[in-house]
């Protein structure tokens, strides 16, 4: 089979020219109807609530891995080109830089070309806000925040486990993520049943985070972006977010980029007021926009560079 990082490399070109899979169910669909069979099932069981989410969760993050190696496997049994062409796919399947940036830049044209009423359509497909009465400032730094939130959970953190533990590794993070956005809510419903599901997905998110910055700050480098304000609006604003690790990125690109992030939006009409990231108060705008899916972009090469260098490093002293 191929070298492990030739098939890290080969999965993430592929996600950078073709993007999500259309043409076949996506693996995290996959994922995500396991889950809510898993709940369907243990909420019936009559255990504890938390009891049975922690339950869920070993089951579709172990269901997941062991899915996944059982594929890799026997395709490597019929040929070893079957074994790494199988590795390549399901690696490709968990990135979404491609999918990211072209959503975002959708939002940008929108806006560019004046038509407010589709980027609002646009760009509520990036976020969980309410966005039929937003501005343009406000579209723009919805799709901006988008962008920076979803740079770990969509491209670095996958690409972390990718280099740690393969393809299997890459979709158990995924299968972490699904399960985090389908049961990680502070609602009465999940309150209990989803406990496990957040907590792991904070867990699981916590060193890519703050990995990321860095990675962040060597592309922001390279673009001419604003540097050593990125640890700055990291150091000030990371710990305010209501995320454990969210605010590192979001504080990253709104210090790169010279924007402030967070103020009020609102939720199935509930207003909230997020936390203000950044150190200038500059508004998001089309620029910007376009900016953000560059520096994405940017600091996910920045991570699977650096990464592949230190396992090659590793590999040569042990």
């Given at each position: 089979?191929?070298?492990?990082?030739?098939?890290?490399?080969?999965?993430?070109?592929?996600?950078?020219?073709?993007?999500?899979?259309?043409?076949?169910?996506?693996?995290?669909?996959?994922?995500?109807?396991?889950?809510?069979?898993?709940?369907?099932?243990?909420?019936?069981?009559?255990?504890?609530?938390?009891?049975?989410?922690?339950?869920?969760?070993?089951?579709?993050?172990?269901?997941?891995?062991?899915?996944?190696?059982?594929?890799?496997?026997?395709?490597?049994?019929?040929?070893?080109?079957?074994?790494?062409?199988?590795?390549?796919?399901?690696?490709?399947?968990?990135?979404?830089?491609?999918?990211?940036?072209?959503?975002?830049?959708?939002?940008?044209?929108?806006?560019?070309?004046?038509?407010?009423?589709?980027?609002r359509r646009k760009?509520?497909?990036?976020?969980?806000?309410?966005?039929?009465?937003?501005?343009?400032?406000?579209?723009?730094?919805?799709?901006?925040?988008?962008?920076?939130?979803?740079?770990?959970?969509?491209?670095?953190?996958?690409?972390?486990?990718?280099?740690?533990?393969?393809?299997?590794?890459?979709?158990?993070?995924?299968?972490?993520?699904?399960?985090?956005?389908?049961?990680?809510?502070?609602?009465?419903?999940?309150?209990?049943?989803?406990?496990?599901?957040?907590?792991?997905?904070?867990?699981?998110?916590?060193?890519?985070?703050?990995?990321?910055?860095?990675?962040?700050?060597?592309?922001?480098?390279?673009?001419?972006?604003?540097?050593?304000?990125?640890?700055?609006?990291?150091?000030?604003?990371?710990?305010?977010?209501?995320?454990?690790?969210?605010?590192?990125?979001?504080?990253?690109?709104?210090?790169?980029?010279?924007?402030?992030?967070?103020?009020a939006r609102s939720?199935?009409?509930?207003?909230?007021?997020?936390?203000?990231?950044?150190?200038?108060?500059?508004?998001?705008?089309?620029?910007?926009?376009?900016?953000?899916?560059?520096?994405?972009?940017?600091?996910?090469?920045?991570?699977?560079?650096?990464?592949?260098?230190?396992?090659?490093?590793?590999?040569?002293?042990?």
């Amino acid at each position: 089979m191929m070298q492990p990082e030739y098939m890290l490399v080969a999965a993430y070109i592929c996600d950078l020219l073709f993007g999500d899979p259309r043409w076949i169910p996506h693996p995290v669909k996959g994922i995500a109807w396991l889950a809510l069979g898993a709940e369907k099932v243990l909420r019936s069981s009559g255990l504890p609530l938390r009891v049975a989410g922690v339950l869920c969760v070993l089951v579709v993050v172990g269901g997941t891995a062991g899915t996944v190696w059982l594929v890799i496997e026997a395709a490597g049994r019929l040929h070893p080109v079957a074994g790494t062409i199988a590795g390549v796919f399901l690696l490709y399947t968990a990135f979404a830089a491609k999918d990211l940036g072209d959503h975002a830049r959708a939002v940008g044209d929108a806006l560019f070309s004046g038509d407010l009423p589709l980027a609002r359509r646009k760009v509520s497909w990036m976020v969980g806000r309410d966005t039929e009465n937003l501005s343009e400032e406000g579209v723009a730094l919805a799709a901006t925040e988008s962008v920076a939130e979803n740079t770990v959970d969509g491209v670095t953190a996958p690409l972390f486990y990718a280099l740690l533990f393969g393809p299997v590794g890459a979709l158990a993070y995924k299968a972490v993520n699904t399960l985090d956005s389908s049961f990680g809510y502070m609602n009465e419903r999940y309150r209990e049943f989803g406990w496990a599901s957040a907590k792991l997905d904070d867990l699981v998110n916590l060193l890519p985070a703050r990995l990321t910055v860095l990675a962040i700050a060597i592309a922001a480098l390279l673009r001419r972006l604003r540097f050593f304000d990125i640890f700055k609006a990291v150091r000030q604003g990371s710990g305010l977010h209501a995320s454990p690790n969210a605010g590192y990125p979001e504080a990253a690109f709104a210090g790169a980029l010279g924007v402030t992030f967070g103020g009020a939006r609102s939720y199935a009409g509930v207003e909230h007021d997020a936390p203000r990231l950044g150190l200038c108060k500059q508004a998001c705008s089309v620029a910007t926009i376009r900016e953000s899916v560059f520096l994405m972009r940017f600091t996910a090469a920045v991570f699977l560079a650096a990464g592949i260098i230190l396992l090659l490093l590793l590999e040569r002293l042990l």
